[in-house]
């Protein structure tokens, strides 16, 4: 029984190529630590090689790859996880080599999805990586799948269905990516009508264990999932978030970003994170705490420039201030503030910046509307409009006061009963 329950035991294994650049290199294999805690392993050894170019036989030189197979036997360790996406050859070679399971970056990160995604769209997304991941390293492979199932960087598709030919592979791929046209279909179907109604959308984006979960728990009530682990929100997450003034605005916590996110799931969830370019206003969570947030700004920046959303009004969230001791340099930018998701004040004052981005691209219009246009006045109230409204002196109109965006598909409707109706061409309208 105790061997069943006992944490499995790993080395980490990368490449240190001379024109990488060091620090960067160091945050990855950190990160690789940490996914590995977060898929429950404990490391017991980091392995590193200086090298001009990765090995396209062995990823590090075969004598290396010698004494690392002699400290795993010596350790008794149950997987070894390389730092970079293994070539199928690569793997082949590797797994003939040692004793135990052989996995990279990208099978550590897919295990660690498919545990935690929870919806139907995650899933799917999750197994359709998974799938275009395997399929070209099935060849070949033979007894090695024996040792697949039931371990790190083999949950979701499971043994049976990896021993099948590349056929039903291929089968199986085209019913999710089926699936998840439907999905898309609906999403994009949902994202219309939002549009439609101009509700305004907020997306809440940043480096994975930023605090987005925990900021979306506190601003809204949501009950998400809250842990100090890489990637413990998986699936997108929208609630209604009202702001000071009443008005009501839609908040959206993404997956979070990593560096060198394997392509096979920037491909999945790149229909989940396209919901970021319809966002009115993106608030990027920092955890200014880490001591390479600027690295981790750099990485959800080239993210957003990869989406075309790097142009849409941005409001930088430096979160955790509070873990601080002194003060720290903090780049600039156009919209920020530093605060603490656990702190109310901070909270305040977080939705009062937030109120005043969004109020931005609103007019207060006063409106004088006959009593005889009550259908106007309907029209107002069924858009969910900020509105005062009170009766003229004689009682023979309604004066209402709302605030409207001009790009509003009402906004046309209302210039006939506006008191100050806008001037042609002016600049404000």
Known sequence: MNDINKQQTALLVGCLLDQ????????????????????????LDVITQNRDRVDSAWYLGSGKIQEIAQQAEELDVDVIIFNDELSPSQNRNLEATFDCRVIDRTQLILDIFAGRAHSREGKIQVELAQYNYLLPRLAGQGNQLSRLGGGIGTRGPGETKLETDRRHIRRRIGELKQQM????RTRNLHRERRKKNQTYQIALVGYTNAGKSTLLNRLTEADILEEDKLFATLDPTTRQLELPSGKEVLLTDTVGFIQDLPTALIAAFRSTLEGVQEADLILHVVDVHHPDFEVHMEVVDKVLKDLKAEDIPQLVVYNKADLLEGSRYLPRAENSIQMSALH??????????????????????????????????????????????????????????VRIRPDEPIFGKLIPFMVHPPVQNEEEW
């Open 20 to 43: 990488r650049n060091e620090e960067r290199m160091r945050l990855s294999l950190e990160e690789l630590g940490e996914l590995a805690r977060t898929a429950g392993v404990d490391v």
């Open 181 to 184: 046209d439907e999905v898309v």
């Open 344 to 401: 109310d004040q901070d909270l305040k004052n977080l939705l009062d910046q937030i109120e005043g981005i969004v109020l931005t691209g609103y007019n207060m219009v006063e409106l004088i509307i006959p009593m005889e246009r009550g259908d106007v006045l309907s029209m107002l109230h069924r858009a969910g409009l900020e509105m005062e409204q009170e009766y003229s002196e004689d009682g023979t109109a309604y004066l209402v006061n």
